[in-house]
T-cell receptor
Framework: DQQVKQNSPSLSVQEGRISILNCDYT??????FLWYKKYPAEGPTFLIS???IKDKNEDGRFTVFLNKSAKHLSLHIVPSQPGDSAVYFC???????????WGAGTKLIIKP | NAGVTQTPKFRILKIGQSMTLQCAQD?????MYWYRQDPGMGLKLIYY???????DKGEVPNGYNVSRSTTEDFPLRLELAAPSQTSVYFC????????????FGSGTRLTVV
């Protein structure tokens, strides 16, 4: 039973356009959501997070939106750059334990 | 500043062999984690530690053991390797337990044949 789902295994976007990566979750107890970015042969690196008390968090070109009623979050990258080509993981946690629950990842390809 | 160092980067094991995956961090983080990532899947937590001398099971602990004798080191032991343990293993450390401060190592790709 996947509690965190990233339904798009890959996404291709033109350089300079907006990239939108989606993530759905089923556990209503999740109260903290994170996005990590992973390049080949490297470990994931933290990108941006959002608490369930907010519906939006921005950091430069990256914005995460949270829709609690739909149990959905999205990561917007504007404008997309070639260095953004990577696998993006969505993860979630609740405050009852230390475990992050991870989605399967979306491979983002930025086309020149 | 090395961050989180994992060794080896690649290893091929025969069924039934044992090995230890090494993980060391130099950031004085209390929390350390071992994950595995299977193809097309998210990361699954194997074991974690909240400080030296304290370890606990994650979601998929069977077939593995850990120890945490120092703050810096968190080795993962595989006893009696099985093909189902073929995966990429990531070690991570953090100041907090909420995930945003995780620093990951570059991973160990293990194949059991």
């Amino acid at each position: 039973d996947q509690q965190v789902k990233q339904n798009s295994p890959s996404l291709s976007v033109q350089e300079g356009r907006i990239s939108i990566l989606n993530c759905d979750y089923t556990n209503s107890m999740f109260d903290y959501f994170l996005w990590y970015k992973k390049y080949p042969a490297e470990g994931p690196t933290f990108l941006i997070s959002i608490s369930s008390i907010k519906d939006k968090n921005e950091d430069g070109r990256f914005t995460v939106f949270l829709n609690k009623s739909a149990k959905h979050l999205s990561l917007h990258i504007v404008p997309s750059q070639p260095g953004d080509s990577a696998v993006y993981f969505c993860a979630a946690s609740d405050d009852s334990n230390y475990q992050l629950i991870w989605g399967a990842g979306t491979k983002l390809i930025i086309k020149p | 500043n090395a961050g989180v160092t994992q060794t080896p980067k690649f290893r091929i094991l025969k069924i039934g062999q044992s090995m230890t995956l090494q993980c060391a961090q130099d950031m004085n983080h209390n929390y350390m984690y071992w994950y595995r990532q299977d193809p097309g899947m998210g990361l699954k937590l194997i074991y974690y530690s909240v400080g030296a001398g304290i370890t606990d099971k994650g979601e998929v602990p069977n077939g593995y053991n850990v120890s945490r004798s120092t703050t810096e080191d968190f080795p993962l032991r595989l006893e009696l390797a099985a093909p189902s343990q073929t995966s990429v293993y990531f070690c991570a450390s953090s100041y907090t337990d909420r995930g945003y401060g995780y620093t990951f190592g570059s991973g160990t790709r293990l194949t059991v044949v």
